[in-house]
């Protein structure tokens, strides 16, 4: 099936969205108090990171055992998982700020954030349509969009976790 023009205009759209709105939250001022329930955000993030590895290699491992339906379910599991994430994150750092590391490995933690931030905003826009293509049975661009940015996903979701465990220490 040929791919929709508005729909993929809009995942440009709301990725563009998505970065200004990241942009942007990091430019205001922050809320003057946190509520209570920001303290359980920075691991209900690792937890949708970790989790969303974990469904992705799960996966990975039923197409290549022919089971499409799972790998379908699995991977709709993990964009809603990533959606939910983006809402977390977006109202956690609007009340709660950045936290700063203070440890010891300071230059390895910075190499896997800015790794870590470069590719995630780099890869939205490939991941939905590469999402899209497969929802829609674009199986030629699907599979060519899926060789480059699966591992991307892949180590987004993995250094999530691994950023939120420098960082745990210092969570207020």
């Known amino acids: ?18 970065y200004a709105l990241v942009i942007i939250l990091h430019e205001l001022p922050g809320a003057e108090s946190a509520p209570a329930f920001t ?18 290699i799960a996966s990975l491992t039923f197409i290549k055992k022919g089971n499409v339906q799972m790998h379908k379910r699995l991977n709709s599991l993990a964009m809603l998982l990533s959606v939910v ?29 800015v790794t870590h931030i470069f590719l995630a905003g780099l890869s939205l826009p490939f991941i939905l349509l590469a999402y ?28 999530g976790v691994i950023v939120y465990l420098f960082l745990a220490p210092y969570y207020a």
């Open 1 to 18: 099936m040929q791919p929709s023009k508005p729909i993929v205009w809009g995942i440009y759209i709301f990725s563009a969205i998505v």
């Open 132 to 159: 899209y293509y497969g929802f829609i049975g674009n199986l030629v661009k699907h599979k060519r969009m899926v060789r480059f940015v699966y591992p991307i996903w892949l180590y987004v979701t993995f250094t």
């Open 39 to 56: 303290s359980f955000q920075p691991l209900l993030h690792a937890s949708l990171n970790g989790t969303c590895f974990i469904l992705l």
């Open 85 to 113: 994430f983006l809402l977390s994150y977006v109202v956690y750092h609007y009340f709660a700020g950045d936290t700063e590391y203070l440890g010891d490995f300071k230059g390895i933690y910075i190499f896997i954030l």
